[in-house]
Every structure is written in structure tokens, then in C-alpha cells.
């Protein structure tokens, strides 16, 4: 769980054919970056040499410029020619691969995927489906999945590394990007466009898994809410509808609608709470409640007062929401 947290993202270590072509053409581009300096590098410390090896000659006095043909061979066919070439193959090369990143056609029958970009999580929703969760995606494994973002309130962007490009969300509009993981795991990825003050932990995970439990975890969560059992978690319910958490966050199943914050009807099933900034632990949950302003600084959830039976009811109802 607390590995998930910190669970690396790396662009060299890629996990689609998507991801491992941009991870390629980054060697290629870094590898051709360096051969160019080296050659300049070069030619600067040869002439520098030359020069002062050779001295001022009677040769330089009658001709100032020694080498003109030369050098204007080296301007066009260096600074322009041999450029022109280098910008070209590479605007050619990477418009085929961003071809590669693309999601698969509208018209196919591919799984769709909406995410939607809150200040500072992660609605997850999965058309056709009553399923709608947060800050962690499930995917079927090498399966390519139509990922349609969008935005609830300013710009952000999607970002996997191991598995592609960014995808930004932007007002008024839906963008579409392929995911895709060739392994079964667990991928991060994170907010990659400044978007206010949590930006930092606006993370999500992608989970991906055997198609058969793909199906049973996406069933699921399709469900309503489990009832609560025993009275500690009817209490708890009863604290949640009548007060202020129904107002910003839904339970499907019961009378809170509420949708400010993430649909909690299955929120002991996620691996971490908060767009990924603290385990999904008894204690970190119940930190969370009454302080979630001390963990996530200016995030929209307000402290909420309660009693100290009142939270461990809450918490006890929440933890069984499975
Ligand atoms: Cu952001």
C-alpha cells in the first residue's frame, strides 16, 4: 500500500508500445544532441589549435579571409541544410509517433474510460455502467482503453509515464488519449499541468489486471453501497447523511448525492484516499475527516467537528463501504 504511494514514475521505463516509442525516440533525440555537440565541440577545439599552431603568416596579411569558400560551405550546409534535415526527420518521426499514442477509433469497440479533472482529484467513470470512482483507474491488461479526460474547473493534465503521453483537460471540450499496459500492475501518474495549489498531490494510479478480474472488480463497483451492519455502522451512516458530508459526496444506495468531492460508495476498496497523498488506513482516514486541511492544505473539504464517537462511527461505516 505504502509502496503505491511511492511507486515510481518513469518515462525510460515504459510499459505500452506507446510509452517505449516516446522513451526511443527520446535516446534517438538525446543520442543525436550529443553527437552534434560533440561535433562542434571539436571542430571549435581543431581550429583553435590550428590557429595557434600556425601563427600569423605573411599568407593571412595579404588574404584577411583565409578559408572563405570553406566557411561559407560550412554556414549553408551546417547552419542550414544539415538543420533543415535534423528539424524534418524529427517533426516526421515524432508525428508518427504520436500516431502510435493515439486512443482507438470512436467507432471501435474498445472500453471507454472518463476521467475528469477536479482541483485536486480524479473522477473516474466508466460509461454504460453505474461505476464511478476516484483517483484510481482500473484497466483490463494489454487491452487498448479510449481515455476521454475533461475538466470540471480549470486546466489539467493526465499524465502516466510508464504507460504515455499527457493528455491535457480543457474547458469545455474532451480530449482522447490511448491506455495501455502490457503487464499487469500498478502504474503512477500525476497531474502534469500547474493547476493551483494541491497540484502536487493530484496523483492517480492505473491498476491493471487479468480481464476476468477486471469484470468482477468492475461489477463491483457498479453496486450499490453495502448496508451497514451493527449498530456502530448504522450511527455512522445516520452522521453522514444528516450531516454535512452528503452534501458534497455521493453514496449510491443512499439519500447523499452530493458532488463536490469523489463518490464514496466504494471507498475502502481504494488503495490510498486524497488523489493518492495518504494510505487508506483507519487512522489516515480518520485524520483525514476531521483534518483533512492539515494533510491537504486548501483542498475543498473542509475539517468537519465531530464527536470522538461520531468519527469512529463515520470511520467504521466508511471502512466497510467495500
Ligand atoms: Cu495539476
Known amino acids: 500500500m505504502l509502496s503505491e504511494l511511492a511507486a515510481p514514475q518513469n518515462v525510460l521505463h515504459p510499459h505500452s508500445h506507446a510509452a517505449a516509442d516516446i522513451a526511443n525516440l527520446f535516446w534517438w533525440m538525446m543520442g543525436g544532441a550529443f553527437i552534434g555537440l560533440a561535433l562542434v565541440s571539436g571542430l571549435l577545439i581543431w581550429a583553435w589549435v590550428r590557429r595557434n599552431r600556425r601563427g600569423f603568416t605573411a599568407a593571412d596579411a ?40 493515439e486512443a482507438p477509433a470512436a467507432t471501435s469497440t474498445a472500453v471507454t474510460i472518463d476521467v475528469i479533472g477536479h482541483q485536486w482529484w480524479w473522477e473516474v467513470r466508466y460509461p454504460g455502467t453505474t461505476a464511478v470512482t476516484a483517483n484510481e483507474i482500473h484497466i483490463p491488461v494489454r487491452t487498448r482503453v479510449n481515455l476521454v479526460v475533461s475538466t470540471d474547473d480549470v486546466i489539467h493534465s493526465f499524465w502516466v509515464p510508464e504507460l504515455n503521453r499527457k493528455i491535457d483537460t480543457i474547458n469545455g471540450q474532451t480530449n ?61 451512516e445516520r452522521v453522514f447523511l444528516a450531516g454535512a458530508c452528503s452534501s458534497c459526496h455521493t453514496i449510491r444506495g443512499t439519500s447523499a448525492h452530493g458532488f463536490t468531492g469523489p463518490d464514496l460508495t466504494h471507498v475502502a476498496s481504494r488503495q490510498t484516499l486524497a488523489a493518492v497523498t495518504i494510505p487508506n488506513r483507519r487512522a489516515d482516514l480518520g485524520d483525514w475527516i476531521v483534518d483533512s486541511q492539515h494533510v491537504k492544505p486548501g483542498n475543498e473539504m473542509p475539517d468537519i467537528q465531530l464527536s470522538g464517537r461520531q468519527l469512529q462511527a463515520v470511520v467504521a461505516y466508511l471502512e466497510h463501504l467495500r
Open 176 to 236: 482522447r488519449v490511448l491506455l495501455y499496459a502490457n503487464r499487469v500492475g500498478v502504474y503512477r501518474g500525476t497531474c502534469a499541468e500547474y493547476c493551483g495549489l494541491q497540484h502536487a498531490h493530484m496523483a492517480m494510479l492505473v491498476l491493471a489486471q487479468p480481464l476476468a478480474a477486471y469484470r468482477a472488480w468492475l461489477r463491483g463497483q457498479a453496486r450499490p453501497a453495502a448496508a451497514p451492519a451493527g449498530t456502530l455502522q448504522r450511527t455512522g
Open 62 to 101: 595579404e588574404d584577411p579571409h583565409p578559408g572563405e569558400k570553406a566557411g561559407w560551405f560550412v554556414v549553408v550546409g551546417g547552419g542550414v541544410v544539415l538543420a533543415l534535415a535534423t528539424v524534418t526527420t524529427v517533426f516526421i518521426v515524432s508525428a508518427k509517433v504520436m500516431g502510435v499514442t
